[in-house]
């Protein structure tokens, strides 16, 4: 929304005559709401994370440790993202840091992994394309001996409590 006032008031700006000057202090004064009413939403901590505890419970992906934990019985919940993903940083502040679900992944014993794909690591392209997919986000829930379930890329605390309850 900031970037539409401001593309209206670099418009505006063009303008000749009394309108730039009306439409320009229009654009100025939409600008300024906006910014008023985002920055501290930019700010906040979510309500109800358990952001540090969230933090300490992720651990760096690999194939290795995926086809470890598969092979010992252990599910494995992997959040494939990148520090670029706006809808990526969505997820994890909404549903992956939820205290509820962090709760049923520590109920369930599910192994927590991020594949940061920031720099498009070649192993998690490969694992990527493996997954029918070709970018981020890809939230993979992998259970001993089923198919690996691909939830949806607009992450809800439903569907993530639904997924765990296959387990």
């Given at each position: 929304?900031?970037?539409?006032?401001?593309?209206a008031l670099i418009w505006a700006l063009g303008l000749r005559g009394k309108s730039r000057i009306s439409l320009g202090a229009l654009a100025l004064l939409l600008a300024a709401g906006v910014t008023y009413y985002a920055?501290?939403?930019?700010?906040?901590?979510?309500?109800?994370?358990?952001?540090?505890?969230?933090?300490?419970?992720?651990?760096?992906?690999?194939?290795d440790k995926v086809q470890s934990a598969h092979?010992?019985?252990?599910?494995?919940?992997?959040?494939?993202?990148?520090?670029?993903?706006?809808t990526?940083?969505?997820?994890?502040?909404t549903t992956l840091s939820n205290a509820e679900v962090l709760?049923?992944?520590?109920?369930?014993?599910?192994?927590?992994?991020?594949?940061?794909?920031?720099?498009q690591d070649p192993a998690i392209t490969q694992a990527l394309q493996s997954l029918g997919r070709s970018g981020v986000p890809v939230y993979v829930l992998y259970l001993p001996g089923k198919q690996p379930v691909v939830l949806s890329e607009l992450l809800s605390k439903s569907e993530v409590l639904d997924a765990l309850k296959q387990i």
């Open positions: 929304a900031l970037l539409l006032v401001l593309a920055l501290p939403l930019i700010k906040a901590e979510p309500a109800g994370q358990v952001q540090a505890q969230a933090g300490e419970l992720w651990q760096p992906w690999s194939a092979a010992s019985g252990q599910p494995v919940f992997v959040d494939f993202t990148a520090a670029w993903c706006v990526c940083q969505v997820n994890k502040r709760a049923a992944f520590a109920q369930h014993q599910v192994q927590l992994l991020r594949a940061d794909w920031t720099r």
